[in-house]
């Protein structure tokens, strides 16, 4: 499966914006999809998790309340709203997917990335 991300860019802090992460190839409703990001200098961290149904979901304690991850599956898409942001939710932000079972999504090892897409959150 191919992701595409999109939707960063630069906002003040307390501002929102919506990442969009588009799939293509087998079947992308058969994955469990995520969001990771990673601030410059800094080790990627897992962000937020949804089943491949949207029936579940797991965020990060750093991003609970602020953030919803939701999916399209009939237009392949899954989305990350983000609210409230802050300096520290400044990275790069990408989607992942993952064909196994909904099992830990925060540890788990995906399968397919896309490439980044850069939220700069300004004080």
């Known amino acids: 499966v191919q992701l595409q991300a999109s939707g960063g860019g630069l906002v003040q802090a307390g501002g929102s914006l919506r990442l969009s992460c588009a799939a293509s190839g087998r079947t992308p409703s058969r994955y469990v999809m995520a969001w990771f990001r990673q601030a410059p200098g800094k080790e990627r961290e897992f962000v937020a998790a949804?089943?491949?149904?949207?029936?579940?979901?797991a965020y990060a304690d750093s991003v609970k309340g602020r953030f919803t991850i939701s999916r399209d599956n009939a237009k392949n898409t899954v989305y990350l709203q983000m609210n409230s942001l802050q300096p520290e939710d400044t990275a790069v932000y990408y989607c992942?997917?993952?064909?196994?079972?909904?099992?830990?999504?925060?540890?788990?090892?995906?399968?397919?990335w896309g490439q980044g897409t850069l939220v700069t959150v300004s004080s």
């Open positions: 992942a997917a993952d064909g196994g079972d909904w099992f830990a999504p925060s540890i788990v090892i995906y399968d397919y």
């Open positions: 949804i089943s491949r149904r949207g029936d579940n979901t």
